[in-house]
């Protein structure tokens, strides 16, 4: 094997390292009972997706799992795949038609498949590509897609059962309707944002006494002109389009205000309708004027009246959100377009009172943003509450736990006010409903319609009872089984998107067939995924795992944060604040982003990234690699492989040596318990602390000038520490310490290369996991070194901030009351005088009358550093004083920052953290120059 180049480059290491790994098949898990399983099942990303810095934090966490498992000796299977994003993917394919000048209506529902699978093809793995840049360790002879011939069976099948069971029905009910992707979408779908909107004030003529019917039937315009009115009854909407499919006019029952109108009727303006006036306590007396208009056609609640109050259901709006079955003024037009002429012609006919500014929360579609119209609409359903009992239970009783804790209650809230489950889309690309209608039956049903229309004079929105002629069926019926006719057509919808990724867990295993992996991998262990989609996914996934297996489908659900840029924003294109993770992997290589990533914030926490931020990362990556060219240069090091296995530790061995090797314990237990609590950020940077400073400030400094006789365990200990450290960092860092792994157990990098090391695994994915040797924790070398680190740190700060020359050796005089102390520097003045690049060094019971001298107390030990004769007094006094001005300034900066409520209420609360820390810093930092002056001022 060639030499270690001065500095490592990723892109001489990655590919090939990931190509290597693939090769041998060490990302392959099978069944295997004498080991035990871990399972992680990637949250697949939509085939239209390509890699963002979501996926790259969410499958980075994934890895460092299913890697750290995997050393300590589990038999770790990470299950890839991707999604087929239904409404995402047809408008992608939509899109490209367009260019072509043409719809998807123009090709036919087959030929517009087929052009989706062909697209499919040839761009829908794109994303798995580039999972492998980031080193994700799947097992991709496993990889599932959400419509290939096994999921779609599992999607069949629990359609199937849940229909059985009577969890599944088709109703006539209020849906979020998006006009653009021109589909159903679930609540979850239609996430609510604050807008600014206005509330329009229109009055709705009373009806006087004796002017037609006074029941609640079907509504009728009114039989002959309307006659002058001296009343009205005053309605507030933000939807004044809406109006036209008005059907009545409701109140609070005990609003004094409306009390002698509750039975009679009103005129719906421009249309001429007459509106019964009903009273129910679901009004809200406190909104607008009290009084409302209903259109159970076009609102949630509207339609929970319309039902109780047997009033007829009017939709006014097309797919496309243009008017229909309105006054032929409107008819066509745009919903907005239409709001817009409504305003003007009530104004016109005097019918309208005042416009209010107003904000209030609208639904828009997830994909496209537009906002949805609540549309009464013919849907599937599932029925979640029987569903959601199990999984809440699961949760309540600890068999599923979230990390964070916080987010347990934010499902809890959910799941115990969950609704049904909008199923159906009115798409093409996706599951299509297993539904067969008899065409025979159906005409029978309709005609049985009529006649009930006619005899009660009113429209009702669809039972979810099963509806005659109605076939649910894995496979394609020849026949209807209830009166045999064939003419049979299948629903044109398809299933919602979530309804196949709610089976992931196990359907990727091979449910519903019993399948060796299903038995051996399932449940899986832990699920890694974003807030965002605890309802849509985390959720489902429980309540599916329960129906479908009896089991929960994982034991654990860590929950991270957004990626937002460095001032807080999320990423997003219109912003322009988009920091691509190809291109920061291009310039600052694989491990330097996985790392970045992991360290910017504790789990569950928000991210602030900047470009800058990588190249710590990049640096940490260099350092490390700088460490191993020096291990490997010691001659001889091969030989020196392993320490002791058991007993005390060599007698041979420094304060240093101990030191190195009970830091490294304590490491390891650290970055140990983090992992298994999902600390990434904690485990990360406590490598970060050994590595860099412990191991290559410290431990490789003292190595290059230890005696003669001590080379040997000092040799050892350099190939030990460094060996178990790169274990430690690989679930994090795997490139690096992969190719690092790799010249070290070929020992020497010197010419003859030596044989391979037997005893040392092929590859530091198939190494053990390091466990801790209680032996090696040494608290005595901890605290004897940690004082000399002290002095020699003190010593150096010192020389920087008062410009002592670097090539100068001042001499130091150390004193301490206490004999071992003394003892201790006695024994290490060597070492002293090496790293702090000193003199001569006394070491003193009293401290000694030394003029013009910094002095220092660290650790109880009194530090003197003459100063005569190796600085410009007048010059640093003067540089000092500066320094101090500036600091002073700063200081009242960040004082200012943290008195204006503004910054303190509105910045990202990392930004205000780091602001008070600075505040310190810069207190501590002007104290010292203060001392400093002091020195210089009798020079």
Request: proline share 6%; hydrophobic share 40%.
């Amino acid at each position: 094997m060639s030499a270690l180049p001065p500095q490592y480059n990723p892109k001489d290491v990655e590919e090939a390292r990931y190509a290597w790994w693939e090769s041998q098949g060490f990302f392959r898990a099978d069944p295997d009972p004498k080991r035990k399983p871990y399972t992680i099942v990637i949250p697949p990303p939509n085939v239209t997706g390509i890699l963002h810095m979501g996926h790259a934090l969410n499958n980075t966490i994934q890895d460092i799992l299913i890697r750290f498992a995997r050393m300590q000796g589990f038999n770790a299977l990470w299950v890839p795949g991707t999604d087929h994003a239904g409404i995402a993917t047809q408008n992608v394919v939509e899109k490209a038609l367009a260019k072509e000048g043409k719809r998807r209506q123009d090709l036919g529902r087959e030929a517009f498949l087929k052009r989706v699978w062909e697209w499919k093809e040839q761009y829908g793995n794109t994303i798995l590509y580039q999972l492998k840049r980031l080193g994700a360790s799947c097992d991709w002879r496993r990889t599932r897609f959400t419509m290939d011939e096994g999921l779609s069976e599992a999607v069949l099948e629990v359609f199937v059962r849940l229909y059985e069971k009577g969890l599944i029905y088709r109703g006539n009910y209020i849906i979020n309707w998006c006009p653009r992707c021109q589909t159903a979408l679930a609540d979850e779908e239609a996430p609510r944002t604050e807008t600014q909107g206005k509330l329009y004030h229109i009055k709705y003529p009373i009806l006087r006494q004796g002017t037609g019917d006074r029941g609640q039937g079907k509504t009728t315009p009114v039989s002959r002109p309307m006659s002058p009115v001296s009343a009205f009854i005053e309605v507030a909407t933000t939807r004044p389009e809406t109006m036209l499919g008005d059907t009545a006019v409701a109140v609070h029952p005990k609003d004094k205000r409306y009390k002698t109108l509750i039975g009679k009727h009103a005129i719906l303006p421009l249309v001429n309708r007459k509106l019964v006036i009903i009273a129910d306590e679901a009004v809200d007396r406190e909104f607008g004027t009290g009084a409302v208009k209903v259109t159970p056609a076009h609102d949630p609640v509207d339609f929970q009246l319309g039902k109780k109050h047997k009033l007829e259901f009017i939709n006014v709006m097309t797919d496309d959100a243009k008017m229909t079955n309105v006054p032929k003024p409107y008819e066509g037009l745009d919903r907005l377009d239409c709001r817009s002429k409504l305003i003007v012609d009530l104004e016109q006919q005097g019918f309208l009172g005042r416009i209010d500014e107003h904000v209030h929360n609208v639904g828009h579609c997830y994909r496209c943003h537009t906002a949805v119209e609540p549309r009464l609409s013919p849907q599937w359903f599932v029925k979640m509450k029987p569903l959601a009992e199990p999984a809440i239970k699961a949760v309540k009783q600890g068999t599923i736990k979230f990390v964070p804790a916080r987010w347990t209650k934010v499902y809890l809230n959910w799941m115990e006010n969950i609704q049904d489950w909008c199923i159906s889309r009115q798409i093409w690309w996706g599951h299509r409903l297993p539904v067969y209608y008899c065409e025979s039956c159906r005409r029978r049903q309709e005609t049985g319609d009529r006649r009930q229309a006619k005899a009660q004079r009113v429209s009702r929105p669809m039972s979810h009872v099963s509806e005659p002629g109605v076939i649910v069926s894995k496979t394609r019926p020849e026949r209807c089984p209830t009166c045999g006719g064939t003419e049979l057509a299948q629903d044109e919808d398809v299933l919602d998107t979530w309804f196949s990724s709610w089976l992931w867990p196990f359907s990727t295993l091979g449910w519903p067939k019993k399948t060796k992996d299903l038995a051996y991998f399932y449940p899986t262990d832990t699920l890694v995924t974003a807030q965002e989609i605890i309802f849509f996914w985390v959720a489902r996934m429980v309540m599916a795992g329960y129906f479908c297996m009896k089991r929960p489908p994982f034991t654990t659900v860590s929950i991270h944060g957004t990626v937002r840029d460095i001032t807080g924003k999320k990423m997003s294109k219109s912003l322009g604040n988009i920091i691509d993770p190809l291109e920061m992997i291009g310039r600052y290589g694989t491990d330097a982003l996985r790392y970045t990533l992991v360290t910017a914030t504790a789990i569950g926490q928000d991210i602030f990234l900047s470009e800058e931020r990588f190249a710590a990362g990049r640096n940490f990556a260099n350092k490390l690699w700088n460490a191993t060219r020096f291990v490997l240069a010691q001659d001889g090091i091969e030989k020196y492989r392993v320490l002791p296995k058991a007993g005390k530790v060599p007698g041979t061995f420094s304060v240093a040596d101990r030191w190195i090797l009970s830091r490294l314990q304590q490491t390891t237990a650290r970055v140990t318990k983090s992992l298994e609590a999902s600390l990434f950020n904690d485990a990360a940077s406590a490598l970060y602390g050994f590595l860099w400073h412990d191991f290559c400030d410290w431990y490789v400094e003292i190595a290059k000038h230890v005696p003669a006789e001590q080379q040997p365990a000092t040799r050892a200990i350099l190939r030990h520490v460094l060996e178990q450290a790169l274990r430690l960092l690989h679930p994090v860092m795997p490139f690096v310490t992969e190719e690092l792994w790799q010249h070290l157990r070929q020992g020497t990098t010197k010419p003859p290369v030596s044989r391979l090391m037997s005893h040392v695994p092929i590859s530091i994915m198939k190494a053990e996991w390091p466990k801790v040797e209680k032996r090696l924790i040494d608290r005595e070398a901890e605290r004897l070194f940690e004082r000399l680190q002290a002095v020699i740190t003190a010593i150096r700060t010192t020389r920087s901030e008062l410009n002592v020359p670097v090539e100068s050796r001042p001499p130091v005089h150390l004193a301490s009351p206490q004999a071992e102390v003394r003892m201790f520097f006695e024994i290490h003045r060597p070492l002293l005088q090496q790293l702090a690049a000193l003199g001569d060094i006394s070491v003193e019971a009293k401290r000694q009358a030394v003029r013009h001298a910094a002095a220092m107390v660290v650790d109880g030990v009194e530090v003197l550093m003459p100063l005569e004769g190796l600085i410009d007094p007048a010059k640093e006094r003067a540089r000092l004083q500066q320094r101090l001005d500036d600091l002073t300034r700063q200081r009242a900066q960040a004082e200012a920052r943290l008195k204006d409520r503004q910054f303190t209420t509105k910045a990202p609360a990392e930004v205000v953290e780091q602001t008070k820390t600075r505040r310190a810093e810069l207190q501590d930092t002007a104290k010292k120059v203060s001392e400093h002056l002091a020195v210089l001022q009798g020079m």
